[in-house]
């Protein structure tokens, strides 16, 4: 039977344009939401020195390479011990995202992300996203160690990259679930 369960939560920022509004506000979401849970905001190798400073005073700071896969993979060498949940900067996330994940939680093999559509005019879906290749990256959760024994996303087209690692992580045992009614703003 499913039932929502208490659960150890930090927080991945990927920043690949680091501003610093737009940190301070995910940042102070989350805070909102979270309390002063684990937040580790993770910038391109180039940012420069004033930025990367400025932002280290808002939160733990790295930076990884050109990549958004760099920025996923430096972001999990940092992370928080148990699970994760990945954000872009600029979103602002929204309370009790761990509640609705951990109610469909069965072990730290589970890799969660939100389903996202696309709707026309009139507001009728004309596309779902719910495969892990194609999701939105706001929202995804994945558990540290479950990561480290999947390895690191390969570098090259994001798409690619995770129809290479949700098939390695398969290979290990692990569940993708896509949870409607998760998505992060």
């Known amino acids: 039977m499913n039932k929502n369960k208490s659960i150890s939560l930090g927080f991945i920022i990927l920043a690949s344009d680091l501003n610093i509004g737009r940190l301070k506000s995910t940042r102070n979401s989350i805070w909102n939401n979270y309390g002063k849970v684990p937040i580790v905001c993770v910038a391109p190798k180039n940012v420069s020195t004033i930025e990367y400073k400025e932002a280290k005073e808002l939160c733990d700071m790295h930076k990884g390479k050109d990549t958004i896969t760099s920025l ?9 011990k ?52 194609n999701c939105s990256l706001n929202g995804l959760m994945i558990h540290q160690r479950t990561f480290k024994e999947v390895g690191d996303l390969v570098d090259g087209s994001l798409e690619q990259s995770r129809l290479i690692w949700n098939a390695e992580a398969q290979e290990k045992g692990c569940k993708f679930k896509a949870i409607l009614g998760a998505k992060l703003c």
């Open 72 to 80: 996923i993979n430096t972001g999990f060498k940092h992370g928080h």
């Open 82 to 133: 148990d699970w994760n949940v990945v954000v872009m900067e600029g979103t602002w996330v929204k309370a009790n995202i761990d509640k609705k994940y951990s109610y469909f939680m069965q072990d730290e093999k589970d890799i969660f992300f939100p389903v996202v559509t696309d709707c026309d005019i009139q507001g009728k879906p004309t596309k779902i996203y719910n495969d892990f290749w």
